[in-house]
């Protein structure tokens, strides 16, 4: 089928079935797909993976030891990187995580601290939420980094044991209380020695993520880099 047709059909069905990106609201073009060319070229990035001082490894520090933490995006309230992860999260639109996963897999092995990765790793879901949800949104951006840094992604060595409460609107104090005993290694978890990338779709107060590192790293030279969409920022 002649390329020219296929625009023309694609615009047809758009007058009907509109495409539109995930960040503005905007119609896409035929060349694009997910977040269109105008919001890629504007979201805030952080660059944080190019940098072992950043304010996403600071967010760590005394915490937990990590090799490299970073971001892809800044985000505040009401902006458009926040109705990119609504949408990724509340309104089944796994494509943001894989789209965004594909682009920054390829920026993060611009990082040194993330050339050694061995193993990708998402932030689990209870089943009762991933049930009603459909799908790990923090898997999906995993699966978008594994595809681009040619790196495994393991969702099943790591695990949620309790249904919590989200973490919305709760202090960095309850958010910690609320996840700190809360996953589980399988047994026969093959981690030894691996340099892992622990994924999610944003960090705020960090204490997801430090949860699980800590539950990875009983296992003897497990290594701890840590990766997300988003991060906040009020300065920009």
């Known amino acids: 089928m002649p390329a020219q047709f296929i625009s023309i059909l694609d615009d047809f069905l758009s ?54 933490a970073a971001a892809r995006y800044y985000f505040r309230k009401g902006g458009p990187v926040q109705r990119l992860l609504h949408n990724l999260k509340y309104n089944h639109a796994p494509e943001i995580g894989i789209f965004i996963g ?15 990765v061995d193993l990708i790793i998402p932030i689990p879901l209870h089943l009762e939420k991933l049930k009603k949800r459909g799908y790990n949104q923090s898997a999906m951006f995993g699966q978008g980094l594994s595809q681009s840094m040619k ?21 960095r104090e309850e958010r910690w209380e609320n996840v700190k005993f809360v996953f589980t290694l399988k047994e026969n978890a093959d981690l030894e ?27 003897k030279g497990v290594r701890i880099s840590v990766a997300a969409i988003a991060f906040p920022s009020s300065t920009f």
């Open 193 to 219: 020695g691996k340099h892992i990338l622990l994924v999610d779709d944003v960090i705020t107060t960090g204490s997801t993520i430090e949860a699980c590192a800590n539950k990875l790293m009983e296992k």
């Open 151 to 171: 790196i495994p992604i393991d969702e099943d060595s790591l695990y949620r044991t309790y249904y919590t409460d989200t973490q919305t609107r709760k202090s």
């Open 102 to 116: 594909q682009i920054y897999g390829k920026e993060l092995l611009e990082g040194e601290a993330f050339r050694s």
């Open 15 to 68: 007058l009907i079935y509109p495409r539109l990106c995930y960040a503005c609201g905007n119609s896409l073009y035929f060349n694009e797909s997910v977040i269109c060319n105008r919001c890629l070229a504007t979201l805030p990035l952080t660059n944080s993976h190019l940098s072992k001082d950043n304010p996403v490894a600071r967010a760590f520090w005394g915490r937990i030891p990590i090799e490299g």
